[in-house]
């Protein structure tokens, strides 16, 4: 999944922004998850709150001096952020930071001039998307879908299990099975097992190809699920 946060203080413009972002992944067939915001302030705040986002998309021409605050501190929290400005120039470098820029919107209901200039900032990204992103105590962590064995939910806290390691961040259970791609499969109300990491499975358990050959229950709640995805 592509996280997307959207910058505008106009609530017209901000609408018409979310619903391009919107019609452009639904044509191009991505997943995106698209966060708006009306204040600097929210948008600071949440970013530190959850994975990190992956674009943000900012009209530079709203408020320039707003605008070079919220870059400044989005590049201090999370490097690897997009920074997407709208306005007239097709390249921008501002302070040091490298940011992609493309052309004013044109306002119209069926029809965005950028498209191929977003698409070309967007699609890398979802090539990239191999990797589940967290954030703890502000700093980002990168791990490979492929080494995620499952995912443990402990009251506020969720925990990621590798065969290396356990990583122990803030999420809540039903936000992170939106966020995870399709080789995720929830077994229990507290767990969500990488289906590529599955050994054996039957009624009452999966047991994973790891070196312990760990073995999760399955609640009887998510039971025929399991079934329809594992037994098809």
Not at 72 to 100: A, P, Q, R
Not at 128 to 134: G, R, S, T, V
Not at 151 to 168: C, R
Request: hydrophobic share 40%.
């Amino acid at each position: 999944m592509i996280r997307v946060a959207i910058y505008n203080r106009e609530a017209m413009r901000l609408e018409f922004m979310y619903k391009w972002v919107y019609l452009w992944a639904k044509d191009h067939g991505h997943n995106i998850q698209i966060y708006c915001y009306k204040r600097r302030i929210d948008l600071l705040q949440e970013s530190g709150n959850i994975p990190s986002f992956d674009v943000l998309l900012l009209d530079y021409n709203t408020s320039s001096i707003d605008g070079l605050a919220i870059i400044k501190c989005m590049y201090e929290g999370n490097k690897d952020v997009f920074v997407l400005l709208i306005k007239g120039n097709e390249d921008v470098e501002l302070f040091g930071y490298n940011l992609h820029a493309f052309s004013e919107l044109i306002e119209s209901k069926h029809h965005l001039s950028n498209d191929k200039a977003f698409s070309n900032v967007l699609i890398p990204i979802t090539n990239e998307k191999h990797f589940f992103k967290c954030a703890i105590n502000g700093k980002h962590y990168h791990i490979p879908i492929n080494d995620i064995l499952y995912f443990e939910s402990q009251e506020h806290y969720i925990l990621l299990y590798t065969q290396q390691e356990s990583i122990k961040f803030k999420e809540k259970m039903y936000e992170l099975e939106k966020q995870l791609p399709k080789c995720f499969l929830r077994i229990q109300r507290s767990m969500i097992v990488n289906i590529e990491w599955i050994y054996m499975v039957n009624l009452r358990k999966v047991v994973l190809k790891n070196r312990e050959r760990t073995e999760l229950s399955v609640g009887r709640k998510w039971l025929n699920n399991v079934k329809e995805v594992l037994f098809r």
